[in-house]
Nanobody
Framework: VQLQASGGGLVQAGGSLRLSCTASRRTFDNYAVGWFRQAPGKERIFVAHLTWKGGRASYAEFVKGRFTISRDNAGNAVYLQMNNLKPEDTAVYYC?????????????WGQGTLVTVSS
């Protein structure tokens, strides 16, 4: 499964962006999907996760109330809606997926999309 993350760009603090994650030749119907980010000089960290069955979402504390992970009705894409962006949200954002239930690791990763938030 090849994942493609898109939607990054330059935005002012307080603005919004929506990231998209699509999968080559398949849908996300049977996959749990997560978003991660990696700021310059830092490790990649968890941002949000959406379960396969039930579509339950979980978030890192620093994005709760600002970011929303969702799946489109057809299961073709998973989104990360990012509101009230802050300069510290600047990072390369990656989507990842695993078939079925998440059990500690993701099997597939996208190439990342850069989000830059200016102050």
């Amino acid at each position: 499964v090849q994942l493609q993350a898109s939607g990054g760009g330059l935005v002012q603090a307080g603005g919004s962006l929506r990231l998209s994650c699509t999968a080559s030749r398949r849908t996300f119907d049977n996959y749990a999907v997560g978003w991660f980010r990696q700021a310059p000089g830092k490790e990649r960290i968890f941002v949000a996760h959406l379960t396969w069955k039930g579509g339950r979402a979980s978030y890192a504390e620093f994005v709760k109330g600002r970011f929303t992970i969702s799946r489109d009705n057809a299961g073709n894409a998973v989104y990360l809606q990012m509101n009230n962006l802050k300069p510290e949200d600047t990072a390369v954002y990656y989507c990842a997926a695993v078939r079925g239930y998440y059990s500690g690791s993701y099997d597939y990763w996208g190439q990342g999309t850069l989000v830059t938030v200016s102050s």
